[in-house]
């Protein structure tokens, strides 16, 4: 269903990032958010699921870079770490 959207905007990025945490799936929710970054600038809730699902599989170079990302748009002042 997600495939079919034709407008994808930050709002459905973090919608399926966030679903694919609920069910346990944490490499796809990482996966997803590259594939938002790539096309968004993602919530800090999309951010900090993406850094949880980083955490609970141990993928540090993930991590690091999606806490790079995190500087790069400046969300350094949310709440997001």
């Known amino acids: 269903m997600f495939d079919k959207i034709e407008h994808l905007n930050e ?4 919608v399926i990032v966030r679903r ?9 929710a ?3 958010f590259f594939k ?5 600038r ?3 809730f999309t951010f900090r699921g993406a850094l949880m699902a980083c955490s609970s599989i ?5 991590g ?10 400046d969300f350094e002042e ?3 770490i």
């Open 11 to 14: 709002i459905t990025w973090n």
């Open 20 to 28: 694919y945490l609920q069910m346990g799936e944490m490499r796809e």
């Open 30 to 32: 990482v996966f997803m």
């Open 36 to 40: 938002a970054v790539a096309s968004v």
């Open 42 to 44: 993602p919530l800090d």
């Open 58 to 62: 141990l993928e540090l170079k993930e």
């Open 64 to 73: 690091c870079q999606i806490h790079g990302v995190v500087i790069k748009v």
């Open 78 to 80: 949310s709440q997001v």
